[in-house]
């Protein structure tokens, strides 16, 4: 007779999943970071696992470990990238109000300890840890000096506030050259850029971190709402909550996508 205990049976070998969709770019970190975080929610709420292929390591060496997110060596087979047509997630996020989208990309976008030193480290070496602001601007393209300052006058004006302490989140010495001669004698500001800035990848990476997480610290913020750097710190800012916080250079309204 044959006990079971001296039955020898052979582990099934684990069957590899059927990855269907997943997320690439090589875009820039705003606009891969966005993408990102919609394509997560997307998949949440049609009940589909997530898988990144991070070309560019902006979220496995950085976010903190989650059993959500799922990373792939290469890009998966004939599966579908949703970097090639974000569009396709909007009938899903469009149904999510904004404070759901807010909340649960907050939930998703959380550094890593090392992640969180290094920025810790890199804003004590500009003297900016606890430094605070009036209000945060992003100057990025030509012509967006001459949009930001009647905001910045105008808000000025309803807040009452004789002075403004400014933070100017850029990566153009010009920009920033022309808002220090353009801008109102009341204000003073402060921008992590230098002249003979480093131009290797993770120094700059490093920078546009630190640069997103003091701007997330900031009341109000002058951003195009249009743009994924703007949309990206109106759904992660911990000081941002609603629209009536946003000097939206481009004159635009809050939409997904």
């Given amino acids: 007779m044959t006990s079971w205990g001296s039955i020898r049976t052979n582990p099934l070998k684990q069957k590899e999943p059927t990855i269907r969709?997943?997320?690439?770019?090589?875009?820039?970190?705003?606009?891969?970071?966005?993408?990102?975080?919609?394509?997560?929610?997307?998949?949440?709420?049609?009940?589909?696992?997530?898988?990144?292929?991070?070309?560019?390591?902006?979220?496995?060496?950085?976010?903190?470990?989650?059993?959500?997110?799922?990373?792939?060596?290469?890009?998966?087979?004939?599966?579908?990238?949703?970097?090639?047509?974000?569009?396709?997630?909007?009938?899903?996020?469009?149904?999510?109000?904004?404070?759901?989208?807010?909340?649960?990309?907050?939930s998703l976008f959380l550094y890593n300890n090392e992640t969180k030193a290094r920025i810790d480290t890199f804003l004590s070496n500009f003297g900016l840890v606890k430094q605070t602001f009036d209000?945060?601007?992003?100057?990025?393209?030509?012509?967006?000096?001459?949009?930001?300052?009647?905001?910045?006058?105008?808000?000025?004006?309803?807040?009452?506030?004789?002075?403004?302490?400014?933070?100017?989140?850029?990566?153009?010495?010009?920009l920033l050259q022309e808002f220090a001669q353009k801008g109102d004698p009341s204000w003073s500001y402060v921008s992590m850029m230098r002249f003979n800035t480093p131009q290797d990848d993770t120094y700059k990476l490093l920078k546009t971190l630190s640069e997103f997480h003091l701007?997330?610290?900031?009341?109000?913020?002058?951003?195009?709402?249009?743009?994924?750097?703007?949309?990206?710190?109106?759904?992660?800012?911990e000081k941002v909550v609603n629209e009536s916080q946003i000097l939206a250079i481009d004159g635009v309204s809050w939409k997904v996508l």
């Fill in 215 to 237: 701007m997330k610290q900031i009341e109000f913020v002058a951003v195009k709402l249009g743009s994924s750097v703007g949309k990206l710190l109106y759904l992660s800012s």
């Fill in 135 to 174: 209000v945060g601007i992003v100057l990025d393209i030509s012509g967006c000096v001459a949009q930001v300052i009647p905001l910045l006058k105008q808000f000025q004006k309803r807040t009452g506030k004789k002075t403004l302490r400014v933070f100017v989140m850029t990566d153009t010495m010009n």
């Fill in 21 to 106: 969709s997943y997320y690439s770019s090589e875009s820039d970190y705003a606009t891969s970071t966005l993408q990102m975080l919609y394509s997560f929610v997307y998949c949440q709420r049609v009940a589909e696992p997530f898988y990144i292929h991070d070309k560019k390591g902006y979220f496995q060496p950085l976010l903190q470990v989650s059993p959500i997110l799922h990373y792939v060596k290469e890009s998966p087979p004939g599966a579908t990238n949703f970097a090639d047509d974000v569009n396709q997630l909007a009938p899903v996020l469009n149904q999510l109000s904004f404070n759901t989208l807010k909340r649960t990309i907050q």
